[in-house]
C-alpha cells in the first residue's frame, strides 16, 4: 500500500509538466465504495451531531442574525453548490472585511496570500470558540448526506481560489469536496497556499479507504487538540 509521504511545493502540477497518474480517484473505493461509506458514517454520527448542532445554532441567533450560513463552492466536476455552517462572523461581516482590509495593508497582503486572517475583526466570540474546534462545519455532514460532499476531501473552494490551482485544477475536481481532507491535519492554516494544492494532488494520486480512515482519525485528534483556524 502506498504510504501518504512528505509533500513538497515540487509536487505541484505546473503547466508544462506532464499531469500525475489520475488512477486512484478512478478505484473501485472512489466509485463504488466511497458515498456508501459517507452515508453510514454521516447516518451513525446524526443523533450525536444534532443536538450540538441545535444548541449552537440557538447561541449564534442570539445578535439577530442568521445561525446558519451558506456559501458558493466548486463541487465536484466543476458544479457550484452551496456549503453549510454554522455562522461563525458578524452579520455584515463583507463590509467589516472590505472596511479592515482598505485600512490595514497588512492585513490585506495575507488576504492576498491565502485568504486567511490571523486576527479576523467578523468572528463572533462564540464563532471564535467554534472555529478552533471546527464545530462551525457540522452543517456539513448535511453537504455529505445530499451528496455534494464528502467526509474526506480537498476542502471546498470558491471559482476565485481554485483559479490559484492552475494546471492542478484536475486534482481538485476529480473527487468531492471533503469536511476534512490531508490538509487539515497537515499544518492547515500554518502552510502555503502552494502546500496546500499540493496535498490535494497527492490526496487524489493516493485515494484509498485507509487512507481515508488514517485522515478522520487524525481530524479527530486535531478536533480534539483545538487546532482549527
Request: glycine letters at 8%; a positive charge; aromatic letters at 8%.
Amino acid at each position: 500500500m502506498n504510504q501518504l509521504r512528505e509533500i513538497t511545493v515540487d509536487d505541484i502540477t505546473v503547466a508544462g509538466q506532464v499531469v500525475p497518474d489520475r488512477a486512484a480517484s478512478k478505484s473501485v473505493y472512489a466509485r463504488v465504495l466511497k458515498r456508501p461509506f459517507d452515508l453510514a458514517v454521516c447516518i451513525l454520527l446524526l443523533p450525536v451531531v444534532a443536538p450540538i448542532v441545535t444548541l449552537l445554532w440557538v447561541l449564534v441567533r442570539s445578535d439577530g442574525g442568521r445561525g446558519f450560513y451558506g456559501h458558493m463552492r466548486v463541487g465536484r466536476d466543476g458544479r457550484m453548490f452551496r456549503c453549510w455552517k454554522l455562522r461563525s462572523m458578524v452579520p455584515d461581516g463583507d463590509r467589516v472585511l472590505a472596511d479592515h482590509l482598505r485600512n490595514n495593508p497588512d492585513a490585506y497582503a495575507e488576504w492576498s496570500q491565502s485568504h486567511k486572517l490571523k486576527v479576523d475583526p467578523r468572528i463572533t466570540r462564540i464563532g471564535r470558540l467554534m472555529r478552533k474546534t471546527s464545530l462551525d462545519e457540522l452543517p456539513q455532514l448535511w453537504n455529505v448526506l445530499t451528496g455534494d460532499m464528502s467526509l474526506v476531501g480537498p476542502r471546498p473552494v470558491t471559482e476565485e481560489e481554485l483559479d490559484r490551482y492552475g494546471a492542478s485544477r484536475w486534482a481538485y475536481e476529480a473527487a468531492k469536496p471533503g469536511i476534512t481532507g490531508l490538509w487539515q491535519v497537515s499544518g492547515r492554516n500554518k502552510v502555503s497556499y502552494q502546500r496546500r494544492v499540493a496535498l490535494d494532488v497527492r490526496y487524489v494520486e493516493n485515494l484509498n479507504f485507509a487512507h481515508d480512515l488514517r485522515i478522520l482519525a487524525r481530524t479527530g485528534a486535531a478536533v480534539w487538540r483545538g487546532t482549527g483556524a
